[in-house]
Nanobody, 122 residues
Framework: QGQLVESGGGLVQAGDSLRLSCTAPRRTTMWYNMAWFRQAPGKEREFVAAISRTGSRTYGSVKGRLTISKDDAQSQVYLQMTNLQPEDTAVYYC?????????????????WGQGTQVTVSS
């Protein structure tokens, strides 16, 4: 599946919006499930959202403030986050898995990016 590269993280204030991007090798998003996970300090990696190769979306516990999307032509996956809160502070990871129903379990994903830090100040 190749290398996944996240971008778009940074330091924002509570209430701000942010869009994360994940660039994957050519055609990856056409053939694999793509997902976002996050990991806060001292906590386990948490499922955020996934999008299947056909475009169906699955969200974790943080609903209503997140939108996952993709651009197959660019082989990119995006995570639009609105009304960010301090509890959203974490490293956000992009991941890819074999096609099928997208899993919410991190171990189902074989390919990971290095992560991008999102810090939300109050």
């Amino acid at each position: 599946q190749g290398q996944l590269v996240e971008s778009g993280g940074g330091l924002v204030q509570a209430g701000d919006s942010l869009r994360l991007s994940c660039t994957a090798p050519r055609r990856t998003t056409m053939w694999y499930n793509m997902a976002w996970f996050r990991q806060a300090p001292g906590k386990e990696r948490e499922f955020v959202a996934a999008i299947s190769r056909t475009g169906s979306r699955t969200y974790g516990s943080v609903k209503g403030r997140l939108t996952i999307s993709k651009d197959d032509a660019q082989s990119q996956v995006y995570l639009q986050m609105t009304n960010l809160q301090p509890e959203d502070t974490a490293v956000y990871y992009c991941a890819a898995s074999q096609p099928g129903n997208p899993s919410e379990v991190a171990s189902s994903y074989a390919n990971w990016g290095q992560g991008t830090q999102v810090t939300v100040s109050s």
